[in-house]
């Protein structure tokens, strides 16, 4: 049974800065790209980044290019998504996500197998 577990979310003020963390179990980590996507109050979930399974690439929507980045470290099993300068609109319950394919990658993650329980990131004004 594969599970996703993220950590590292809390209440942070304007233009600061806060490191996601997501580690994966049940499965083989390296196989497979991994994303970052986001749920606002009163919004659709949104896909903010994805990373490719090797970790050599890397893919983000434009509203977080430059401030967040995403990493992997597949001897930990693990995901990372590094927010800096963040604002009151990134305030949402983040959820790291697991490609259902094997070895893909193209940037959007558009097919999730499986989702992480999400964590609050909270942006003061």
């Known amino acids: 049974q594969v599970q996703l577990v993220e950590s590292g979310g809390g209440l942070v003020q304007a233009g600061g800065s806060l490191r996601l963390s997501c580690v994966v179990s049940?499965?083989?980590?390296?196989?497979?790209?991994m994303g970052w996507f986001r749920q606002a109050p009163g919004k659709e979930r949104e896909f903010v980044g994805s990373?490719?399974?090797?970790?050599?690439?890397?893919y983000y929507v434009d509203s977080v290019k430059g401030r967040f980045t995403i990493s992997r470290d597949n001897a930990k099993n693990s995901l990372y998504l590094q927010m800096n300068g963040l604002k009151p609109e990134d305030t949402a319950v983040y959820y790291c996500?697991?490609?259902?394919?094997?070895?893909?990658?193209?940037?959007?993650?558009?097919?999730?197998?499986?989702w992480g329980q999400g964590t609050l990131v909270t942006v003061s004004s």
């Open positions: 049940g499965r083989t980590f390296s196989n497979y790209a």
């Open positions: 996500a697991e490609d259902s394919r094997i070895r893909w990658f193209v940037g959007p993650l558009s097919n999730v197998g499986v």
């Open positions: 990373i490719s399974w090797s970790g050599a690439e890397t």
